[in-house]
Structure formats: C-alpha cells, structure tokens
C-alpha cells in the first residue's frame, strides 16, 4: 500500500480539570493543540520539547490510550477513532509504545518471559512450544539470553529491563513504535547500546519509530525529521540537518544553544529564555511563544496573530511571522 | 609520558605547592553493609579542589560520585561507614575528626550541597523566606529581621523575581526552576567557601538548565567560592569545569584538566563515554558501546576493576590493579596502558557504520 503509514490531522487532545479551592470550577489543559504530521515506512519523526509541551499526550493520543479532542489519526490508511473495540485491537498488534521507565512498565511479579509470551497470546499469534521458542528468539534478537525467560524484572539493570520491554513490544511483530523518553533513565554507556538496539531492529524489520525526547543529542542521532513542539502546538518541522544547522524558530535556537556540548573548545553564546513556559491551560495571546520570545523584529502581530506552520525551505515548516 | 609505576599523589598546580588545598579527600573510603556482603561504594578516592575552581566529578549510576559528596559532610547515614585511615579536609582541618557540633557549624557555613530534587530537599510547609532565614540563624548570631532581610537579598541575587513576594510563597507555588533558584539562594546565603553541586540540574529542561549555570556562573565570579559539579553529563562537565576526575567502581580512573580529558581521554573508560554520547555538533552513525554493565559493589572485579568491559585488557589487566599513573604532566589515569601505550589496539573491530 503506498502513502504514509501514520497520518496526523489536526488533532487536538484537551483534558478538563477541576480548580478552584473547593473544585468548583473547571478549566481545559490544551495539551495537544492541533498538530499535523506523517510518518512513513521504515521512518522515524523526533520530537523534541520540554516538560508540558504535549509531546507524551500526543505520542499516547496518536495509539488511543488517551481519546482525542479533535482531528484524525489514519494507521495504514485506516480511520483510528472510528475503529470498533475488536478492530481496535487487532489494530494495536501493529502499534506498540515504550515508555520512559521501564521498571514501571513490567509487572515486577510477572517472569520477563510471560511478559513477552502474553502478547503472542492475546493476539493468537503462537501457542505452547512454538510461542516458547518465540519466546526466546524475541529475548535473543534484543540481546537477552535465554535464562531471561524465567526471571523477574528486579533481577536486571535498568537497561536489560528495557531491551525487555522492547522485546515485548517486538512480539507481536509491530509496524510502528512510538519509543516515549526510551533512554532518558538510563546511564550514558547503557543508553548507547538501547539506541544502537533500535537502529538495527529498524533495519531488520522495516519498522517506523515516532521517537520522543527532551533530549536534542538524542532524537538527531535517531531521526532523519524532527519536529519541535511547544505548547501543545509544532513550532518547526522538517529534516534533522535543517533543522539543527539552521533552525529559523526562536525556540529552537534558543533550544538548541541550550544544550552542553561536551567539547571543551566549543564555546556557544547560550540564548537565556525569559521566564517559564506559559500555562496550557492560559495560552499567551498570538503565538505561544511570544511572551519569552527575543526575536528582534518582535512586534505587535506577534501578541496578536497566532503564526501557522509555513515552508521556508523544502519540507522545513516554522510556525514564525518573522522567521526567513 | 613518563610511565613511572609510582603510585601518584593527586596533582598539585605548580607553584601552589605551598598553599593548603581547600578540600582534600585523601583515601577516602566509604562501605555500606548489604544483603550478602560489604558494597564499597567509594574505595580509596583522593581529590584536590582548590579555591575557587570547579572541579567535575563524573560518572556513571553507582560509582561513588554522590557517596563521595554525602562523604565530605559526613552524611552517609547510619549505615554508611566512613573507613579509619580515610581524610577529608577543609583548608587543612580534618573534617572527619570534627565533634558533632563544629561538623554541623561546617555545614552550609564553609560547605554547602545543592541536589537534584529541589522539591524533596525543601520543607513544604515553610515559606521560602522562612527557611532561608532560618539557614542563616542556624549558623549566624543575627535578629529575625536581619536573617529575613539576608534571605530577600539571596533571593534577589538568585534572579528571582519579586523577591519580597516570593519569600512569603511556600515550595509547591515555584516552577522547578524557581525552587533550584531557592536551594540556591539556600546554599549559598552563608557565603560557603565550597559549594558541592550533585546534578543540580538534571531534573530541569535543557533552557532552564542553562539559566541556572549562568546563575552558578555568576554567583561563584560574585562570591569566589569553588565548586565541586558531580555529574553524569559530559557535556556540562565541558562547559563550566577546569579541571575533572572520572569515577568508575568506587575510584577515579582518571584526572586531568579539562581542556586534556576531552582532547586525549587517557582511560579506555573515558574513552568509552565521550564515544557513547550522542552528539548535538557532530551526529554520528552509530554510537560506540561500552560492552555489559557496571559490577555491584559488592564485588568488584580483580585486577583493574574496569577490564571486563575494556577492548583493551590483557593478562596484567586481569591481576595486577592499576595506580593513578601519570599520561602527561597534570594528567593522570587509572590504566596500565599508561606503562605500555602500545597495547592501544582493540581486539575487536571497532564498531563503526551500519553494515
């Protein structure tokens, strides 16, 4: 089939509160705010922001374990939110996510191979010896022996448990994974190993990633596109190298400046950001980041006029009236 | 290059030979009893940090770096064991040996700590202004009015804004990035001499981050304390240090300055790391692997406690323990190579493109 694998329009993802001293009141977290985006066969889209922007909602919107405001998501063609309960899960065996923590994503008193086995089961993909030889062949392509089958979660390190959890996400032979922080709890020379893991399993299976990170270093070394989110909304889109030799937001400059370079001799000039990040649930007038924004040419249209997503070269879009 | 098997003593600048260092651990070993044994979380650690610089202590989870802060404060609990023969002094005073009572006078007046978590380390049922005041009456004869006055000023000096209105806020009303500007402003309101920074910021996003290095930046020009940043980050370590010691199962493995570390990593365990990270400046294809994983410290490895995982290691890696040997003058490594550069060759093909 051609056209994307994953298609994104519009979607918005809004959560009420209640607030108030006595929860009287409610208010809307604009977590997600109207985002667009594909992602192909054998791709992967980095995104990149900070605490709060939405980048997990979205990750979690895009597989439905949190319902949409607005807007569509299409897997293979295939309408998302108009899916019934049993399309929805048989959908699922082909969308799979790996969080952050991957402690908290194993039961801690569930052996590492019923963890793996019980995806094969539920999709009916294989059964007694066979789904134990699976078993085993899906802990060997992650790098864990097959004495993994029969212990516990606590008795790995932090990395092993996550090649676990990649395995289990392997075991029902996925076409897309959205890898949520995957590497953000783990040490320098351990994450090394999961980022090479997920290249070669890209390679072999042909797998698409939408791969979330606050961390830049990362997300250039695993994504050819990167999309950079603030406030519930994609301020920039486009090719890695674009994007990170030449941003044109002023998020992203400063984003980027932000970032220690472990390298002694290069000394960048940072670019200090005013204050926090606005609330999500008060976004600022006109564009979301004009309120720390210290664009130069900053001007009224900026308080005034929320900025779309325009083309500035090819495939590289910026949400900025003076971006060029 | 001079490859004398001497064990060497940390490395004092030329021409400071006469100066008390202001913090210097000297065969600092620290144990805790586990299940199944003794864990030695730091084993024989000697550290220079001289007035006013910043040092940066690295390394990965479990090995030693925040042990070693808690150490110099004699603050690793009731089942952490600071080991006879250990030294830790402050401008020539062994710490160590201190009662109770001047360790506690020690404490956020000469040395002061700022951690990760800056919600966890403050009260948050006290108003900010409340408990910075009461660090200041903790270690200084002064009224109420003058110990709150100091602590508006500390807060106006972290590059809070509104201080006068913030001091009346409690911790929950703060961003993340306001409160590690609070245990700041906490730290530093006695004018220490040392401040041990242990991940200040790396609960905080990168923009926020770096706001708060230039605060750290500024206040220790301000204040001419010295630093000691114990960190994971390599990147952090290149930005704000002179000098750095990498720490691996318990030890440092490598010291030098920090220009000399990134431009010659001496220890293959320093090499590993600096070829782990990804790059922001220079992307690579694929990231070099330190194969397997960190021993318990229970049980370090014989020999050089990093062989198992070196694509270096030969026989004498395997017996023999390694001293600090000297790579270069102010350079010193953990590492038998040192003595036989020539066995600079991997074994194995060095992991490079995709296949």
Same mark, same amino acid.
């Given at each position: 089939m051609t056209g994307p694998l994953l298609d994104v329009r519009e979607l918005a993802t809004h959560f009420t509160r209640r607030a108030g001293l006595f929860g009287t009141r409610t208010?809307?977290?604009?977590?997600?705010?109207?985002?667009?985006?594909?992602?192909g066969r054998h791709d992967t889209l980095g995104l990149v922001g900070e605490s709060g922007c939405g980048k997990t909602t979205l990750a979690r919107t895009i597989l439905r374990l949190v319902e949409r405001t607005a807007g569509e998501v299409r897997f293979d063609g295939q309408d998302l939110f108009a899916l019934g309960p049993a399309a929805l899960r048989r959908m699922r065996r082909r969308m799979q996510i790996v969080f952050q923590d991957p402690y908290a994503s194993l039961n801690p008193r569930m052996t590492i191979g019923r963890a793996v086995r019980e995806g094969l089961e539920i999709h009916e993909l294989a059964r007694g010896d066979a789904a134990d030889r699976r078993v085993v062949e899906l802990l060997d392509e992650v790098g864990l022996g097959a004495d993994a089958v029969t212990r516990y979660p606590h008795e790995f390190s932090g990395g092993q448990r996550q090649r676990a959890v990649v395995a289990r996400a392997l075991a029902v032979d996925p076409d897309f994974i959205a890898c949520d922080e995957p590497v953000s709890a783990l040490d320098v020379s351990v994450a090394a190993q999961v980022l090479n893991l997920l290249a070669d399993l890209q390679a072999r299976r042909g797998l698409s990633y939408l791969f979330v990170s606050h961390d830049l270093a990362v997300v250039r070394h695993v994504a050819p596109r990167v999309a950079v989110m603030y406030l519930g909304r994609f301020v920039e889109v486009g090719p890695a190298a674009e994007i990170y030799e030449r941003p044109k937001h002023p998020y992203t400059q400063a984003?980027?400046?932000?970032?220690?370079?472990?390298?002694?001799?290069?000394?960048?000039?940072?670019?200090?950001?005013?204050?926090?990040p606005p609330s999500p649930v008060h976004p600022p007038p006109g564009c979301p980041f004009q309120?720390?924004?210290?664009?130069?040419?900053?001007?009224?249209?900026?308080?005034?006029?929320?900025p779309e997503l325009r083309e500035l070269a090819a495939d590289h879009r910026v949400a900025c009236h003076k971006a060029d | 290059m001079t490859g004398s098997a001497t064990p060497a003593t940390p490395a004092t600048p030329p021409g400071r030979e006469a100066r008390v260092p202001l913090l210097e651990l000297r065969d600092l070993r620290v144990t805790f009893p586990v299940a199944g044994g003794v864990a030695r979380a730091v084993d024989g650690l000697d550290l220079l940090v001289e007035a006013g610089e910043t040092v940066g202590l690295v390394g990965e989870s479990g090995c030693g770096k925040s042990v070693t802060a808690l150490a110099i404060l004699r603050l690793v609990g009731?089942?952490?064991?600071?080991?006879?023969?250990?030294s830790v002094r402050l401008e020539g005073r062994d710490l160590l040996a201190l009662p109770g009572k001047e360790m506690r006078a020690v404490r956020g007046n000469h040395v002061a700590l700022v951690f990760q978590e800056p919600l966890s380390a403050l009260n948050p049922v006290l108003r900010i202004g409340a408990q910075i005041a009461e660090a200041v009456r903790a270690h200084e004869s002064v009224t109420r009015a003058t110990a709150r006055w100091r602590a508006i000023e500390m807060l106006t000096m972290v590059g /809070?804004? !509104?201080?006068?209105? $913030?001091? =009346?806020?409690? %911790?929950? +009303?703060?961003?993340?990035?306001?409160?590690?500007?609070?245990?700041?402003?906490?730290?530093?309101?006695?004018?220490?001499?040392?401040?041990?920074?242990?991940?200040?910021?790396?609960?905080?996003?990168?923009?926020?981050?770096?706001e708060i290095l230039e605060l750290l930046a500024e206040l220790q020009r301000k204040l001419g304390m010295a630093v000691l940043l114990i960190t994971?980050?390599?990147?952090?370590?290149?930005?704000?240090?002179?000098?750095?010691?990498?720490?691996?199962?318990?030890?440092i493995v490598e010291e030098a300055a920090t220009?000399?570390?990134?431009?010659?990593?001496?220890?293959?365990?320093?090499?590993?790391?600096?070829?782990?990270?990804?790059? /922001?400046? !220079?992307?690579?294809? $694929?990231? =070099?692997?330190? %194969?397997? +994983?960190?021993?318990?410290?229970?049980?370090?490895?014989?020999?050089?406690?990093?062989?198992?995982?070196?694509?270096?290691?030969?026989?004498?890696?395997?017996?023999?323990?390694?001293?600090?040997?000297?790579a270069a003058p102010g350079h010193r490594a953990r590492c038998w190579l040192v003595e036989e550069p020539a066995r600079r060759t991997r074994a194995d093909a060095p992991p490079g493109e995709k296949p």
């Open positions: 208010e809307t977290v604009r977590a997600v705010n109207g985002v667009s985006f594909t992602i984003l980027l400046s932000a970032v220690p370079v472990p390298d002694p001799k290069t000394r960048r000039a940072r670019i200090i950001l005013a204050g926090d309120p720390r924004c210290h664009h130069p040419l900053k001007d009224a249209t900026c308080t005034a006029v929320r | 009731p089942d952490g064991h600071i080991a006879h023969g250990s /809070l804004p !509104e201080a006068e209105r $913030r001091a =009346r806020q409690y %911790p929950h +009303q703060l961003s993340g990035g306001m409160r590690q500007r609070v245990m700041i402003a906490m730290a530093l309101v006695c004018r220490p001499k040392l401040l041990i920074a242990d991940e200040p910021t790396t609960a905080l996003d990168v923009t926020i981050q770096a994971h980050n390599l990147g952090l370590v290149a930005e704000t240090t002179q000098r750095v010691a990498v720490m691996y199962g318990g030890q220009e000399a570390l990134f431009a010659r990593a001496a220890h293959p365990y320093t090499e590993g790391l600096l070829a782990a990270v990804p790059r /922001l400046d !220079e992307p690579r294809e $694929r990231l =070099r692997v330190i %194969p397997g +994983q960190v021993p318990p410290a229970t049980s370090w490895p014989a020999g050089c406690r990093f062989h198992p995982r070196c694509p270096y290691a030969w026989e004498r890696c395997r017996t023999e323990a390694p001293p600090l040997l000297e």
